[in-house]
């Protein structure tokens, strides 16, 4: 991980791992440039030892024994910052490992967290759906209860409107025997009655005709006088018949 918290996933073959490289190059470019001018100084002092009548060979050897200990130094200079490198390298990869296994493992728990949210969604879900069956169910049992009441109420309608024909019925009978008996009441008054007419238009008849017996009989005896008949005789007669 670099100072900017940015994570590097590399090999060792690839080109554009980290900025680290681009420093070896740099320090191996720069100890080529020393080295060329370490020749360069070389030559230059064996023309000046030329120059000087100076023995080369000496001069030479001592600028090799320089040369020699320059890139000594500057190969240990180098190791050193190659291993430098390398331990920052390592100490990166270690950073990087440490911060995939966190990743991973923030992962896992992404992932877990993700199963458990989806759980629990589906456990919802089916709480929602029981929640709605037990809901239809209450609504038709709701239902049906209206409708057993409303059934209820019908049944004790038609109980009432029963007991209500059963009353009627019983008041309608028990008119009809009071009508029964006020027209045999009346049939036995009229036919007392008609039967009361009848003796007293006998009883007229009997007086009237006794009324025309007696007028006869009157008659016939005034006959009988008128014929010469004694009067007491006719009377006899008359009160005989």
Request: charged residues 30%.
């Amino acid at each position: 991980m670099s100072a900017h918290g940015t994570i590097y996933r590399f090999n060792a073959l690839d080109e554009n791992y980290p900025v680290e490289v681009a420093h070896i190059r740099k320090a191996r470019a720069r100890i080529e440039a020393e080295t060329e001018a370490q020749l360069e100084e070389q030559a230059r002092i064996r023309a000046d030892a030329m120059a000087r009548s100076v023995a080369p060979n000496e001069l030479l050897q001592s600028r090799e024994l320089d040369l020699h200990r320059l890139e000594r130094e500057h190969l240990r200079a180098e190791n050193l910052a190659i291993a430098a490198v390398e331990h920052r390298m390592e100490a990166e990869l270690r950073a990087i490992e440490a911060d995939n296994a966190c990743i991973h493992m923030e992962e896992r728990a992404r992932q877990a967290a993700e199963e458990r949210a989806q759980m629990a969604d589906q456990t919802l879900q089916a709480a929602r759906a029981r929640v709605e069956d037990e809901t239809q169910m209450l609504l038709q049992m709701q239902k049906c209860r209206e409708a057993e009441m409303c059934a209820h109420e019908a049944m004790a309608q038609r109980r009432a409107g029963q007991e209500d024909l059963i009353q009627a019925l019983r008041h309608q009978e028990a008119l009809e025997r009071a009508m029964s008996v006020s027209q045999r009441a009346a049939l036995k008054g009229v036919k007392e009655t008609v039967m009361a007419l009848e003796l007293q238009q006998a009883l007229w008849r009997m007086r009237r005709q006794r009324r025309l017996l007696l007028l006869l009989l009157l008659a016939m005896a005034a006959g009988l006088v008128a014929l010469g008949v004694d009067h007491e005789v006719a009377r006899t007669w008359a009160t005989k018949l």
